[in-house]
């Protein structure tokens, strides 16, 4: 069974900075790309940055300049580094994984959600 762990989320004021941790733990096999997607109230989940396992980088072109995702290979761990926040950018973020464990195919995995509230 496979594990999403996120953490950082919290309140920030606007142009404040916040970093999300994501680790991913269990049977893993090999993880091809990481991610993080985010959902606000009334709006649907869209795509934030992903990384895959080569280091390769997409943004959202909301977030492109202010927005950085590393990657921890040897700790399973993906990270978002939130600079310059705006109230727009308050959402649930979610942790996003296309990994394959031991006895499985390769297959998408969620983390449980981190609220990001930016606001004065």
């Known amino acids: 069974q496979v594990q999403l762990v996120e953490s950082g989320g919290g309140l920030v004021q606007p142009g404040g900075s916040l970093r999300l941790s994501c680790a991913a733990s269990?049977?893993?096999?090999?993880?091809?790309?990481m991610g993080w997607y985010r959902q606000a109230p009334g709006k649907q989940r869209e795509l934030v940055a992903v990384?895959?396992?080569?280091?390769?980088?997409n943004y959202a072109d909301s977030v492109k300049g202010r927005f950085t995702i590393s990657r921890d290979n040897a700790k399973n761990t993906v990270y978002l580094q939130m600079n310059s926040l705006k109230p727009e950018d308050t959402a649930v973020y979610y942790c996003?994984?296309?990994?394959?464990?031991?006895?499985?195919?390769?297959?998408?995995?969620w983390g449980q959600g981190t609220q990001v509230t930016v606001s004065s």
């Open positions: 996003n994984a296309y990994l394959e464990v031991v006895t499985a195919r390769p297959m998408y995995y």
């Open positions: 990384i895959t396992n080569t280091g390769s980088t």
């Open positions: 269990g049977s893993i096999f090999s993880i091809y790309a």
